[in-house]
């Protein structure tokens, strides 16, 4: 909610209506393509352009997407359940499924998924509604800091859920190569940080596994 609290001032200060940016959370869902979305929208690039740009920060939520229907789905699951149901999926949304889901009956999941996914959704609309309207009399620092919130609570929720050692290192090989990328390789830094970090995690993790150590 704090993270969408930063977004609903961005939204603003970028010229993006407060029905624009409210539709942009139900539909859109996921909080950096959002961002991705209005940085295209100010660079002034084509709808073409920004549609690609927002397709590609979301292709990181198709491995969650894949781990996630496993553990919804049963045998009278229908297939347009799950499709709408991975509208939902995010970092967060996907984090608490994973951590509870398996306690929940399994015929009950698809319900208790769509709830979750559904209250997200909802309170934040209403987040996004409340604060661009009161986002003027913010500071733009106290803006930027609340959108900061986001990648932290990304770290922390991760770092939490993760099942394996092979993720901590995945992470802390992000946090150190993201800064030296940035620096040596601009514009490519994520991508490189993110191939040479989970190489190396992976790596580190057979290895380890190959020793008989815990994984």
């Not at 200060?13 to 961002?35: D, H, N, R, S, Y």
């Amino acid at each position: 909610m704090s993270a969408f609290v930063g977004f609903a001032g961005l939204a603003r200060e970028a010229g993006i209506t407060l029905p624009q940016a409210v539709f942009m959370v139900g539909v859109v869902w996921a909080l950096p393509a959002k961002v991705v979305l209005i940085g295209a929208i100010l660079a002034g690039s084509s709808l073409p352009a920004a549609a690609f740009a927002v397709a590609l920060s979301s292709v990181r939520l198709t491995p969650m997407v894949v781990v996630l229907v496993p553990e919804l789905r049963t045998e009278k699951t229908r297939p347009w359940v799950l499709y709408l149901l991975s509208q939902f999926v995010a970092v967060t949304s996907w984090v608490l499924a994973m951590e509870r889901l398996r306690e929940v009956p399994r015929d009950m999941r698809t319900a208790w998924y769509a709830g979750l996914g559904g209250t997200l959704v909802g309170v934040n609309m209403l987040v996004v509604t409340v604060m661009y309207v009161v986002a003027g009399s913010l500071s733009p620092t106290l803006s930027a800091a609340l959108l900061m919130l986001t990648p932290i609570y990304f770290l922390t929720s991760l770092w939490g859920s993760a099942r394996e050692s092979a993720s901590h290192f995945a992470m802390i090989f992000g946090l150190v190569l993201g800064p030296v990328f940035h620096v040596l390789l601009p514009g490519f830094d994520l991508l490189a940080a993110g191939v040479i970090g989970g190489v190396g995690a992976f790596l580190i993790h057979r290895l380890r596994k190959g020793k008989g150590a815990p994984s």
